[in-house]
């Protein structure tokens, strides 16, 4: 670690808002506050995670909390008011099956070292993806009204007939993770598997650890898309 850290992260944010600006991605303030944020979040829980891992209940609490505000976040960016809590549903049905398999088989420990991280990464995951499938499914149900309203002509329920229409847009909020698992090691060497390497594991043992995320990930984000379209289409979140 460098004196000059604190100097690179203030021009690197610098940098990525002054682009956004002059891009007009309508995003330059958001990544100022974006990264404020996440320095001020993370140094709160560089400070708690110590005292969160060492007591079962701290860390359930911990997981619990991570899961609200992942639910909180993702049902903004589909829809306003009490609809939008139904994020909730898919991110859960997608992080918690998949971190209680990896949980019962003993793949993954019961040590909080490991359960926040994990769950962590499913949350995130299931969070971007609830969000872009949402996103996705409710705009082209929006774009394509008219179909929608053809198909209710000729007969067929809505669920069915706006699943035809939103479906494989939603989908599309799958291939990020896709594109992950597809290029790992050629393209890129994820977070876990730097982490363990710089922890002293060995790279067969980091490679194992990856693999096993990556997997998880992809599964959780799979159930949460499949779950998003359906409330979408169920008009949950319109």
């Known amino acids: 670690m460098t004196v000059l850290l604190p100097v690179v992260l203030i021009a690197l944010v610098a940098m990525g808002a002054v682009v956004a600006w002059l891009g007009r991605l309508g995003h330059g303030r958001a990544v100022l506050t974006a990264c404020l944020r996440?320095?001020?979040q993370l140094g709160a829980v560089s400070v708690l995670i110590g005292w969160v891992v060492v007591r079962g209940a701290a860390?359930?609490?911990?997981?619990?909390?991570?899961?609200v505000v992942a639910a909180l976040t993702a049902g903004r960016r589909i829809a306003r008011g009490r609809q939008a809590w139904w994020?909730?549903?898919?991110?859960?049905?997608?992080?918690?099956?998949?971190?209680?398999?990896?949980v019962?088989?003993?793949?993954?420990?019961?040590?909080?070292?490991?359960?926040?991280?994990?769950?962590?990464?499913?949350?995130?995951?299931?969070?971007?993806?609830?969000?872009?499938?949402?996103?996705?499914a409710v705009?082209?149900?929006?774009?394509?009204?008219?179909?929608?309203e053809a198909a209710l002509a000729l007969g067929l329920p809505y669920r069915e007939a706006a699943l035809e229409i939103?479906?494989?847009?939603?989908?599309?909020a799958l291939v990020p993770a896709l594109d992950q698992t597809r290029t790992v090691g050629l393209v890129t060497l994820p977070g876990a598997f730097v982490g363990?390497?710089?922890?002293?594991?060995?790279?067969?043992?980091?490679?194992?650890?990856?693999?096993?995320?990556?997997v998880a990930l992809l599964a959780a984000e799979a159930v949460a898309i499949v779950v998003t379209t359906e409330l979408v289409a169920r008009g949950s979140f319109t």
Request: aromatic share 2%; net charge positive.
């Open 38 to 40: 996440a320095a001020v």
């Open 104 to 136: 019962v088989s003993g793949t993954i420990s019961l040590d909080g070292l490991v359960v926040i991280p994990i769950a962590g990464i499913l949350l995130g995951g299931c969070l971007t993806a609830t969000s872009l499938a949402g996103r996705r």
């Open 87 to 102: 994020a909730a549903v898919p991110i859960a049905l997608g992080a918690g099956p998949v971190l209680a398999v990896l």
């Open 139 to 148: 705009e082209e149900l929006a774009q394509r009204k008219g179909e929608v």
């Open 196 to 214: 363990m390497l710089l922890g002293g594991a060995s790279p067969v043992q980091a490679g194992v650890v990856q693999l096993v995320v990556l």
């Open 166 to 172: 939103c479906r494989p847009a939603a989908a599309q």
């Open 59 to 67: 860390t359930a609490g911990f997981v619990l909390v991570m899961y």
